[in-house]
Protein backbone atom coordinates (compact mmCIF):
# COMPACT_ATOMS: atom_id res chain seq x y z
CA UNK A 1 0.00 0.00 0.00
CA UNK A 2 1.23 3.58 -0.92
CA UNK A 3 1.79 5.96 1.71
CA UNK A 4 4.15 8.27 4.15
CA UNK A 5 6.51 6.90 6.66
CA UNK A 6 7.93 8.67 9.20
CA UNK A 7 10.79 7.57 11.66
CA UNK A 8 11.81 7.33 14.28
CA UNK A 9 8.08 7.67 16.39
CA UNK A 10 9.85 8.93 19.08
CA UNK A 11 13.05 11.02 19.56
CA UNK A 12 15.28 12.83 22.19
CA UNK A 13 17.43 15.51 21.69
CA UNK A 14 19.98 16.53 24.36
CA UNK A 15 20.77 20.01 24.35
CA UNK A 16 23.18 21.26 21.56
CA UNK A 17 22.48 18.62 19.48
CA UNK A 18 21.41 18.60 15.98
CA UNK A 19 18.65 15.40 14.98
CA UNK A 20 17.20 14.50 12.24
CA UNK A 21 13.69 13.10 11.37
CA UNK A 22 12.92 11.05 8.54
CA UNK A 23 10.29 10.57 5.81
CA UNK A 24 9.78 8.56 2.45
CA UNK A 25 6.48 8.08 0.67
CA UNK A 26 5.80 5.99 -2.29
CA UNK A 27 2.87 7.30 -3.84
CA UNK A 28 4.70 9.54 -6.57
CA UNK A 29 3.86 12.58 -5.12
CA UNK A 30 5.77 15.74 -5.82
CA UNK A 31 5.34 18.08 -2.90
CA UNK A 32 6.42 17.59 -0.06
CA UNK A 33 5.76 19.45 3.15
CA UNK A 34 6.95 19.27 7.05
CA UNK A 35 4.42 20.46 9.64
CA UNK A 36 5.29 21.49 13.56
CA UNK A 37 2.19 20.79 15.83
CA UNK A 38 2.10 22.22 19.60
CA UNK A 39 -1.05 21.67 22.00
CA UNK A 40 -3.88 23.91 20.95
CA UNK A 41 -2.47 25.12 18.08
CA UNK A 42 -2.92 24.60 14.88
CA UNK A 43 -0.18 22.80 12.58
CA UNK A 44 2.26 25.63 11.23
CA UNK A 45 4.42 24.46 8.17
CA UNK A 46 8.03 24.71 8.57
CA UNK A 47 9.61 23.85 4.89
CA UNK A 48 7.67 22.54 1.64
CA UNK A 49 9.29 21.20 -1.49
CA UNK A 50 7.33 21.28 -5.13
CA UNK A 51 10.33 19.65 -6.64
CA UNK A 52 13.41 17.32 -6.50
CA UNK A 53 16.48 19.87 -5.15
CA UNK A 54 14.11 22.44 -4.56
CA UNK A 55 12.85 24.21 -1.46
CA UNK A 56 11.37 27.09 0.27
CA UNK A 57 10.62 28.28 3.26
CA UNK A 58 7.13 28.59 5.10
CA UNK A 59 5.62 30.16 8.31
CA UNK A 60 8.67 28.86 10.92
CA UNK A 61 11.38 27.72 9.00
CA UNK A 62 14.32 29.40 11.48
CA UNK A 63 16.29 26.13 13.30
CA UNK A 64 15.35 23.93 11.14
CA UNK A 65 16.91 23.21 7.59
CA UNK A 66 15.85 20.04 4.68
CA UNK A 67 16.97 18.43 1.89
CA UNK A 68 15.17 17.20 -1.15
CA UNK A 69 17.75 14.78 -3.22
CA UNK A 70 15.46 12.25 -4.09
CA UNK A 71 11.34 12.50 -5.18
CA UNK A 72 10.49 9.97 -2.11
CA UNK A 73 12.41 11.34 0.62
CA UNK A 74 12.18 15.06 2.43
CA UNK A 75 14.33 14.76 5.84
CA UNK A 76 14.20 17.33 8.11
CA UNK A 77 16.69 18.33 10.48
CA UNK A 78 16.31 20.01 13.96
CA UNK A 79 19.24 22.10 14.68
CA UNK A 80 20.43 23.52 17.83
CA UNK A 81 19.55 26.81 16.38
CA UNK A 82 15.77 25.82 17.64
CA UNK A 83 15.29 27.02 20.87
CA UNK A 84 12.15 25.22 21.80
CA UNK A 85 11.92 21.92 19.58
CA UNK A 86 9.80 19.72 21.64
CA UNK A 87 6.63 18.95 19.65
CA UNK A 88 4.66 16.90 17.23
CA UNK A 89 6.31 16.91 13.42
CA UNK A 90 3.92 15.45 10.71
CA UNK A 91 5.18 15.20 6.96
CA UNK A 92 2.64 15.93 4.29
CA UNK A 93 2.66 15.14 0.47
CA UNK A 94 0.32 15.82 -2.42
CA UNK A 95 -0.10 15.38 -6.29
CA UNK A 96 0.74 18.54 -8.47
CA UNK A 97 -2.18 20.11 -9.49
CA UNK A 98 -4.81 22.66 -7.40
CA UNK A 99 -7.81 19.52 -7.51
CA UNK A 100 -5.34 17.35 -5.00
CA UNK A 101 -5.40 16.88 -1.37
CA UNK A 102 -2.97 16.09 1.24
CA UNK A 103 -1.36 12.72 2.55
CA UNK A 104 0.17 12.96 6.01
CA UNK A 105 2.50 10.45 7.86
CA UNK A 106 2.18 9.24 11.32
CA UNK A 107 4.24 12.01 13.25
CA UNK A 108 7.34 11.67 14.85
CA UNK A 109 7.47 12.92 18.65
CA UNK A 110 10.68 15.06 19.45
CA UNK A 111 11.19 15.60 22.91
CA UNK A 112 14.11 17.82 24.28
CA UNK A 113 16.07 15.90 27.60
CA UNK B 1 -2.62 35.80 5.35
CA UNK B 2 -5.80 33.07 5.37
CA UNK B 3 -7.02 32.44 9.18
CA UNK B 4 -9.09 29.64 9.90
CA UNK B 5 -10.95 29.24 12.71
CA UNK B 6 -13.14 26.23 14.55
CA UNK B 7 -15.99 26.26 16.73
CA UNK B 8 -16.52 24.99 19.22
CA UNK B 9 -13.01 24.11 20.53
CA UNK B 10 -14.51 21.11 22.18
CA UNK B 11 -17.78 18.84 22.07
CA UNK B 12 -19.02 15.75 24.11
CA UNK B 13 -22.56 14.34 23.41
CA UNK B 14 -24.09 10.91 24.10
CA UNK B 15 -23.86 8.38 21.42
CA UNK B 16 -26.19 8.43 18.13
CA UNK B 17 -26.30 11.90 18.91
CA UNK B 18 -25.58 14.33 15.24
CA UNK B 19 -22.03 15.83 15.06
CA UNK B 20 -22.21 19.17 13.39
CA UNK B 21 -18.58 20.91 13.57
CA UNK B 22 -17.84 24.28 12.19
CA UNK B 23 -15.03 26.05 10.04
CA UNK B 24 -15.01 29.26 9.03
CA UNK B 25 -11.79 31.26 6.97
CA UNK B 26 -10.60 34.35 6.11
CA UNK B 27 -9.80 34.46 2.30
CA UNK B 28 -12.11 32.56 -0.17
CA UNK B 29 -9.50 32.08 -2.74
CA UNK B 30 -9.25 28.70 -1.82
CA UNK B 31 -8.43 25.85 -4.40
CA UNK B 32 -9.96 23.11 -1.76
CA UNK B 33 -11.13 22.59 1.85
CA UNK B 34 -9.93 19.06 3.78
CA UNK B 35 -11.30 17.78 6.60
CA UNK B 36 -8.90 15.17 8.98
CA UNK B 37 -9.54 12.85 11.91
CA UNK B 38 -6.23 12.58 14.09
CA UNK B 39 -6.32 10.84 17.02
CA UNK B 40 -4.41 11.14 20.26
CA UNK B 41 -1.06 10.40 19.66
CA UNK B 42 -1.02 9.78 15.76
CA UNK B 43 -0.72 11.34 12.39
CA UNK B 44 -3.96 13.01 10.23
CA UNK B 45 -6.56 10.33 8.33
CA UNK B 46 -8.26 12.61 5.48
CA UNK B 47 -11.93 12.35 6.00
CA UNK B 48 -12.91 14.58 2.97
CA UNK B 49 -11.89 16.94 0.54
CA UNK B 50 -14.61 19.50 -1.33
CA UNK B 51 -13.23 21.33 -3.89
CA UNK B 52 -13.90 25.17 -4.31
CA UNK B 53 -16.37 24.27 -7.21
CA UNK B 54 -18.46 22.30 -4.84
CA UNK B 55 -21.64 22.64 -2.42
CA UNK B 56 -20.90 19.37 -0.16
CA UNK B 57 -19.34 15.77 -0.45
CA UNK B 58 -20.43 12.92 1.67
CA UNK B 59 -18.40 9.51 2.80
CA UNK B 60 -21.13 6.93 4.88
CA UNK B 61 -22.22 8.90 7.72
CA UNK B 62 -20.07 12.05 6.78
CA UNK B 63 -21.16 14.53 4.83
CA UNK B 64 -19.52 18.25 4.58
CA UNK B 65 -21.04 21.29 3.05
CA UNK B 66 -18.72 24.62 1.55
CA UNK B 67 -19.88 27.91 1.23
CA UNK B 68 -17.05 29.57 -0.64
CA UNK B 69 -18.43 33.02 -1.10
CA UNK B 70 -19.16 33.17 2.94
CA UNK B 71 -16.15 31.60 4.08
CA UNK B 72 -17.62 28.42 6.26
CA UNK B 73 -17.61 25.16 6.11
CA UNK B 74 -19.43 22.32 8.61
CA UNK B 75 -18.98 18.65 9.25
CA UNK B 76 -22.04 16.60 10.17
CA UNK B 77 -21.16 13.34 11.36
CA UNK B 78 -24.47 11.52 11.49
CA UNK B 79 -25.62 8.89 14.11
CA UNK B 80 -22.22 9.24 16.21
CA UNK B 81 -20.19 6.25 18.15
CA UNK B 82 -17.84 6.15 20.90
CA UNK B 83 -15.26 5.27 17.75
CA UNK B 84 -15.64 8.89 16.60
CA UNK B 85 -14.33 10.40 19.33
CA UNK B 86 -11.20 12.16 17.94
CA UNK B 87 -9.57 16.00 17.03
CA UNK B 88 -11.41 16.70 13.88
CA UNK B 89 -9.20 19.54 11.76
CA UNK B 90 -10.43 21.36 8.76
CA UNK B 91 -7.56 23.09 6.31
CA UNK B 92 -8.13 24.70 3.45
CA UNK B 93 -5.59 25.15 0.28
CA UNK B 94 -4.69 27.98 -0.82
CA UNK B 95 -1.62 27.85 -3.43
CA UNK B 96 1.12 26.30 -2.42
CA UNK B 97 -0.21 26.04 1.27
CA UNK B 98 -2.70 24.25 3.68
CA UNK B 99 -3.92 26.45 6.22
CA UNK B 100 -5.42 25.04 9.29
CA UNK B 101 -7.72 25.58 12.20
CA UNK B 102 -7.19 24.58 16.02
CA UNK B 103 -9.13 21.41 15.71
CA UNK B 104 -12.76 20.77 17.41
CA UNK B 105 -11.81 17.52 19.95
CA UNK B 106 -14.92 15.07 20.06
CA UNK B 107 -15.79 13.40 22.98
CA UNK B 108 -18.69 10.67 21.92
CA UNK B 109 -19.99 8.64 25.53
CA UNK B 110 -21.55 5.57 25.81
Known amino acids: DGGITQSPKYLFRKEGQNVTLSCEQNLNHDAMYWYRQDPGQGLRLIYY???????QKGDIAEGYSVSREKKESFPLTVTSAQKNPTAFYLC????????????FGSGTRLTVV | KQEVTQIPAALSVPEGENLVLNCSFT??????LQWFRQDPGKGLTSLLLIQSSQREQTSGRLNASLDKSSGRSTLYIAASQPGDSATYLCAVRGGYKLSFGAGTTVTVRA
Open chain 2, 27 to 32: DSAIYN
Open chain 1, 92 to 103: ASRRDGEYYGYT
Open chain 1, 49 to 55: SQIVNDF
